[in-house]
């Protein structure tokens, strides 16, 4: 596999051994430093790289480890591994490529355990401005995780302790001598792409590298010399020096979210971050990640060229308990771990339910586009977000009914903003009276906005997250009506049946490509819709009554929309299929599930919910 084209290779000679350094960018741009884990080369950076150059500007370096690629190897093996002499290597390379200033540091796996060294060790300090980590902990706090919960143990710590202890199993294999060295040089090393692909959905091409036997044989002494020795004794001092972005894949196979519970203790400075991905996130997710590293970079950056002019910056930094400053993180909404920097699109967001549901994104540091009919309403929408918390935030006056209008939608927002995470499809009317009172045109109406906006929604903006293939969440607003019969919401429960349907085959369909659907079912909302529902088979006068009616009866039961978007964020970040989000509606799919013949009798008695 190749680098990204523009990479400049070079050499750098450090403890009698070449490595292989690769540069990307402008020089005097600020310095990127990625390092790769086991077993890999510096290839695997190859897509964030890329991306770190194009579209952020900075200035990439990727080496390949002592022992892996085109690097020297040391010899003898045992004892060339030590994380001393990879900060040496570190050290070495950092001198080459940026002697005057600081570099950010960010590594993966066994990248990140070195980086967890570097960025600790005190001959480094103020050779690292900051440090991204990904599914690599540093093993002095890895080693005082496991001291805390065998000298202190409880059920939650011993369970913790055993889950991490399964999801170790290769690093016992790693400490076995010759044999890994012959399975990587023989069958599992033929079969690895292959276990990438199927397992880690790793994409298919030129990625892993042919030296990846060798490097995978040589790679196995990071394991050999160092896990024992630092875990035995981990170091007392192993603070950070630098502000870290802790970024936590939620299906990693071989280390327990757990692991980084007591960060804090290390790292006076921490940003946390969270993905639904594997392990390799820097193959299956390099758009994320570096998006997240440009955010990280450039406020740290913008910190540094504050300190530098003598600004104190309100706000930004204050101090912990131990008098250490902490910086503040982009978003401090309860899921801005998940979603802070993320591109959601929310349609209706110009009331009710969708205004909330935008609010609660750009809470989490979202980049929300609002999309409404009502251009004034998604513009309010728009203008708010930014005011409580979305870095950006867009407005779009667009009828969700409309094909082409939609179809407009979606190629501008690839166009000016990218691909979308997180598409909310909530723009919903509502429509009551007899199926005999519902016309024709009653019934386009409802279905062109309820079930076509969702379609529309989900076809265009589902198909560019499936052609990007990195992920991504749609979230359909259905009813409780979808699952509760009732003889006066003919139309608009069927509608809402039809989304419910329509969530549980795409989400079956969408699910090998990582793209979560969640169908949110809310019970009654205080919101708009009952003052602009249509009621038919009456005349204006009595419709007008009708939506009074219904207003004053849903503002006593006064469930506010705030929760129901509480609801759709937490839905996203567990990957729920379905939600029925107020006690009534969960009460009714109870009923639907285990007593239909009871909800069957209350369809035909009184007033839907
Ligand atoms: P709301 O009337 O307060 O907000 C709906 C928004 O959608 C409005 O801003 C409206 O302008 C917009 N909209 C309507 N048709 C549109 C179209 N064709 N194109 C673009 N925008 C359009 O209502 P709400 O209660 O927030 O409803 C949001 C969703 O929640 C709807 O799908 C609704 O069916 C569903 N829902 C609401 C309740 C409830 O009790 N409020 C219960 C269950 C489900």
Known sequence: MTLPEGARERWVRTGGIELCVAELGDPGRPTVVLVHGYPDSKEVWSEVASRLVDHHGFHVVLYDVRGHGRSG????????????????DFLAVVDAVSPDRPVHLVGHD?????????????????????????????????????????????????????????????????????????AWRGPLGKRWPGILRRIEKVPAGDYPTPSLASDAAHGAWLYRDNVRPRLRRPRVDAHAHAPVQLITPSGDRFLSERLYDELEDWVPRLTRRTLPAGHWVPRTRPDRL???????????????????????RPGETREDGAGRPVRKAAATGRHAERFGGQLVLVTGAGSGIGRATAFAFAEAGARVIAVDRDAEGAARTAEMSLLVGAPEAWAEAVDVSDEQAMEKLAAKVHAEH????????????????????????????????????????????????????????????????????SKALPAYSTSKAAVLMLSECLRAELADQDIGVTAICPGLVNTNITATATFVGVDAQEERRRQKRSTRVYGLRNYPPEKVADAILRAVALNKAMVPVTPEARGSYALSRFLPRALRALARVGPPL
């Open 73 to 88: 190897v040391p010899k003898p093996l045992r004892g060339g591994f030590t994380l001393e002499k990879l900060t040496d």
């Open 110 to 182: 066994w990248g990140s355990v070195q980086s967890w060294e570097f960025v600790t060790v005190e001959r480094t300090r103020g050779r690292i401005a900051s440090f991204t980590s990904m599914s690599g902990p540093s093993l002095d706090h890895f080693g005082h995780w496991i001291n805390k919960r065998l000298t202190r143990p409880t059920p939650r710590r011993v369970g913790q302790l055993l889950g991490q202890g399964a999801k170790s199993w290769y690093v016992y294999l790693l400490h076995t001598p010759v044999l890994p060295e012959l």
């Open 290 to 312: 570096a998006s997240w590293i440009d955010d990280f970079v450039l406020s740290v950056e913008k910190e540094r060229d504050g300190e530098a002019a003598g600004e104190t």
């Open 418 to 485: 990218g691909v979308v995470d997180v598409l909310v499809n909530n723009a919903g009317i509502g429509l009551s009276g007899s199926f005999f009172d519902t016309t024709p045109e009653d019934w386009r109406r409802v279905l062109d906005v309820n079930l076509w906006g969702v379609i529309h929604g989900c076809r265009l903006f589902g198909r560019q997250m499936a052609e990007r293939g990195q992920g991504g969440h749609i979230v359909n607003i259905a009813s409780a009506a979808a699952y509760q019969p």
